[in-house]
Structures are given as structure tokens and as C-alpha cells.
């Protein structure tokens, strides 16, 4: 609230001038600092809740390289990343194999197709390769690896090449340059 002070200056002194009166204002801060501790309260509370959150990613340390031993194709299931929102799967066959191709939709398909090939194998073999193609979104990647965190697959491993075999099974089967 601001207040006008109409007190003092003014009047007969002993000089005999007289004087016109001086208003001051004086201005209370206490609303404004009210104001100020709200909005401060309200940004640090908005920013807490907002936090984003992210998938955690496990990498293999660089340092540390073991000895693993060769992983058959039997206990693999190769997902290529497509165009259109398509994943297409191969399992149990490596490309040069003749292996069927299969074509699902990211989401429940996926998801049921990825359960249906675990069950074949058992959990402690069972690998996912993921290969996306150059047609592929980074949308299509992180929803591959939701399915993975979904579906509790403990092993797969993301591949950026594509061999000359799996380029030829998509060119010819699915129309995809890879």
C-alpha cells in the first residue's frame, strides 16, 4: 500500500515565512516480498517435478575386454529397423541362410514377437541384434529399446553396419535399400 504522509513541513515558524506542505510517499514493501517468496516457491517446486526422465543404457567398458564365447545363430533374433514404422525380424538363421523374413509394427507386435522367439530359446542364450537401416527414424530406435526394457530382454546389442548378405535380404524381400 502506498501512503501519502501530509504531516510536518509547513506552517509559522519564527521567521514568519510561511511554507507549503511537502507530501512524501512512502511505499510498503511487505506485498511485493509476499509476492516474491510465492513465486520463487512456486518455480522451485514446478522444476522438481518436471525433471525428465531417461532409459538408462548399459555400454561395455572399453577397458575391460573378456573372452566371451561365439554366440550361435540359433539363439539370435536380427532386427532391421525400416521404413514406415516396420521392424522386420529374422530368427535362429544367419541372412546368407535363407531366413524367413518377417514384418511387424513397433508397439504390441513387436513386443509379442520378441516374447514368442524368447520362449524358443533359453534366457540366459537369448540375444537381440538391433540394425537400423538408413530409412529408419531415431523415433523407431527408441521405441526398439522401450520393447527391450518391456520385455526384460537382458541381452541385445545395437549394430550401425549392415553385411552385404542383410542388405541383399532386405533389397530383395522388403525393398529396402540398406
Not at 519564527?14 to 513465486?39: I, Q, Y
Not at 546368407?96 to 504390441?108: M, Q, R, S
Not at 520393447?147 to 545395437?158: C, F, G, Q, S, V
Amino acid at each position: 500500500m502506498a501512503e501519502i504522509n501530509t504531516g510536518g513541513g509547513g506552517g509559522k515558524h519564527d521567521g514568519g515565512k510561511v511554507r507549503s506542505k511537502k507530501a512524501s510517499t512512502r511505499v510498503d514493501m511487505t506485498p511485493m516480498v509476499d509476492l516474491g517468496f510465492l513465486l520463487i516457491t512456486f518455480f522451485i517446486l514446478a522444476t522438481t517435478l518436471s525433471k525428465p526422465s531417461s532409459m538408462t543404457l548399459n555400454v561395455p567398458d572399453k577397458t575391460k575386454q573378456e573372452e566371451t564365447e561365439p554366440i550361435k545363430a540359433s539363439n539370435v533374433m536380427t532386427v532391421f529397423l525400416g521404413k514406415d514404422n516396420k521392424a522386420h525380424y529374422i530368427f535362429g538363421k544367419a541372412a546368407n541362410e535363407d531366413p524367413e523374413l518377417k514384418t511387424v509394427g513397433y508397439g504390441y507386435e513387436f513386443r509379442q514377437a520378441i516374447q514368442e522367439n524368447a520362449r524358443k530359446v533359453s534366457a540366459d542364450k537369448f540375444v537381440v541384434v538391433i540394425k537400423p537401416t538408413k530409412e529408419s527414424t531415431y523415433r523407431n530406435m527408441v521405441d526398439v529399446l522401450d520393447e527391450m526394457a518391456i520385455t526384460k530382454t537382458k541381452r541385445y546389442a545395437l549394430v550401425d553396419q549392415l553385411t552385404p548378405d542383410e542388405k541383399k535380404l532386405l533389397k530383395d524381400k522388403v525393398k529396402i535399400d540398406a
